[in-house]
């Protein structure tokens, strides 16, 4: 099926700023508040959001075989588990819909006043229903510079780690849009020297710069996904901020791993890049040395190139970026994860989510968290406001970008910002 | 408010079977499927399995304030989310229409047909949509146990376990109810003196004797329960058995604890049994030294005497009870992991469920897991039928039974039971 939705000759009758991360051949996937407090599916072009569910009833999808109400919904999970060859159908279509060339919608005011709104006057929501979310640990520069600091540089990675992608659940009640903001967590930390734990306020409130794929039903129980396979079962991408309170981490961790450390927020942006659009970024992934199992080998080329960043924004002053990274650093691929995640018979269902743990670089000022930039608080950040950080601040903001970009085109995931504030006060 | 359908003189015109763990003082809630292939929520009196849904159209809750469908669901998450005082006025009236001095329903045979179904005539389903799953550690001989095996005696339990109820997420995806068969995994395990790993079928399949609890909606993000409120947020108990393949989880668990060790499957009972019911065995939990820190220091007696019993079938022969136990050789209570779960502000919904870890007795012939009861394949139990069992066989049937009993009532969950499969075959 060709992926006309991505042809970069294409424009879009709607008006898309110079270095937008959402040209007409982005296309990504959301959900959405409207003024008049409906809930719809929605895509965006430049800075205008796009009601899915409008265009739907005004046949704008006609000939493409889909249930009444498959976009107006509260979630993507429904669209998403009708599987790959109904995502492009539909993208392909809204790239034809909003062609400069194709007056249908373009001169139809009437229509355009319900389908089309403002980015700015709708509220996003989280894109999908997260029934189980897995959190992996697949740079392997993160995992050194952990295992460095809490080991030492020749134990700095665990035995296992180059074998197989770890990972651990998270928990999804508390997965929230862009936008909200977080409480500074309570939890039992052990003071350095103390042999007590005392219980407070964390002190060492630290983000991971992530990115998290959303899957599709993929497999009954029982069932592995052959690596050949598991790229099928990627709907696409988005941003994650892995909040982490550092000192609860250290007390709680062994041996069952991270809970109340990570569990109080996960920050996602909203907006669902597909596979599809990160297509012409495709490049080859680290090379991996030992080879991996045959169960997780794989030909081609299986990561791609997206520019990370991430900024510190204090109140009442700019953001100063404190990292640069790139996706194309992860170690293990998502078909690797989603493989192994499987190769037990575990169950991955339509809006599953899978972190890729935080996406380290070669060089100090492209590490995925202020516990490897700071190296464990003993190197400060400067900011451009000339206060310091080990880790964040209440009321400070954090916020993490993402995109490709050629010569021909830039395909963005937009921001997840959220801004850190004091502990949560019972009324 | 009287909790009259704890009444021990109270009986049923429905017959309940001598030993029953369904006198009308239990009262518990599930989800089944009847003949008919509809999905309803119910009750079970005797070996009656009750339409809450049915008996709800036919007007029988009439002054009970509920939502028009409360019954009429595939799932228990919308009465649970209405709240302890529902619950209460719900239970009580059901006992009040079963009650054999009540002729409303006893005499009306027309409706019986439409309400009663034959137990063996229905189908019992998940009770809730599990959003999150979390499973603790909290049996002090079972974290021993397992620590004198992987480290020694002198450091059995690491020094986080005494001051908190240690956990890990676990997958929603995979929880199924008793009677589905489980396959035996496959993954990757270091052999022996290995240094790399092989990938192939699991060969240490293991059951872990727990209970779990569902929770209702309990706080908004950021807010802790307190433990004095904390009992508030707790439905009811069911019992489950947490399949684990030790050889994966040896290989796999540090630094981020289990995964697809755990994951491939969770079986739980499906009838709910609520806290009302399991009231009048309330006792003393295990007294914890050190004293915890005061946010998990709580009054009065918080746990309960349920007694748990682990059998194995195997094929074509009778089950061998390997273990007996109780609950209340818990260490960390319930409220306790309620709150330090929540301590962090972590967001707790209707529906989530929080299994305990094994609960392993003080005597070798209550430990809640294989790995315990045969000492990490040491000690081979015998089974009725001359066999030997190091960990579980392709073929054998896991049931585990957990009763309450003083000289009026037994009040029982009936039974998680389930066959490990031979692994998964792609068709």
Not at 281 to 303: D, E, I
Not at 337 to 344: A, I, P, V
């Amino acid at each position: 099926m060709p992926l006309s939705a991505n042809n970069t000759k294409r424009k879009s009758w709607i008006e898309v700023p110079k270095n937008s991360d959402f040209p007409i051949q982005n296309i990504p996937f959301g959900v959405f508040l409207t003024k008049e407090n409906v809930v719809t599916v929605g895509t965006r072009i430049g800075d205008s959001a796009i009601d899915l569910g409008a265009l739907q009833q005004l046949g704008y999808f006609s000939g493409i075989e889909l249930t009444d109400d498959m976009f107006i919904q509260d979630t993507l999970n429904d669209f998403i588990s009708d599987g790959k060859k109904t995502w492009r159908l539909v993208r392909n279509r809204i790239a034809d819909i909003f062609d400069e060339n194709n007056p249908k919608l373009r001169d139809n005011q009437e229509h355009r006043k319900i389908i089309i709104f403002k980015i700015e006057e709708v509220e996003m929501q989280l894109p999908v229903l997260i029934g189980d979310y897995t959190d992996f640990y697949s740079s392997k520069i993160h995992a050194s510079n952990v295992g460095k600091m809490i080991r030492n540089e020749e134990n700095a990675l665990l035995p296992n780690w180059p074998q197989m992608p770890i990972a651990y659940h998270g928990r999804s009640s508390t997965i929230i849009p862009s936008g909200i903001p977080v409480h500074r967590p309570l939890g039992q930390t052990l003071p350095p020297d103390a042999t007590t734990p005392v219980f407070g306020a964390s002190r060492s409130v630290d983000f991971e710069l992530e990115t998290a794929f959303i899957t599709t039903d993929a497999n009954i129980m029982g069932e592995m996904i052959p690596i050949s396979e598991a790229e099928d079962y990627i709907f696409g991408m988005v941003l994650l901020n892995d909040w982490t309170a550092r000192d609860i981490q250290k007390w709680e961790y062994m041996p069952l791993g991270p809970l109340l450390s990570k569990n109080f927020a996960t920050s996602i942006s909203p907006w669902i890049v597909t596979m599809d659009a990160l297509e012409p970024f495709r490049v080859a992934s680290t090379k991996q040395n030992p080879s991996p199992l045959p169960y997780l080998q794989q030909k081609g080329k299986h990561s791609f190139d997206i520019n990370l960043e991430v900024a510190i924004q204090p109140e009442k002053t700019e953001p100063t970026i404190v990292s640069k990274s790139n996706f194309k650093y992860m170690y293990w691929t998502m078909n690797q994860q989603l493989t192994h995640h499987t190769s037990n018979g575990c169950r991955i269902n339509s809006g599953d989510m899978m972190g890729s743990g935080a996406i380290s670089g070669p060089t100090s000022d492209s590490y995925g968290s202020m516990l490897e930039l700071t190296w464990g608080g003993e190197k400060p950040l400067k900011l451009n406001n000339g206060s310091e950080r080990k880790y964040i601040n209440d009321n400070d903001t954090v916020i993490i970008k993402g995109f490709c970009e050629n010569s021909q085109v830039r395909i963005g995931f937009g921001e997840v910002s959220s801004k850190l504030l004091p502990p949560f006060v019972r009324k």
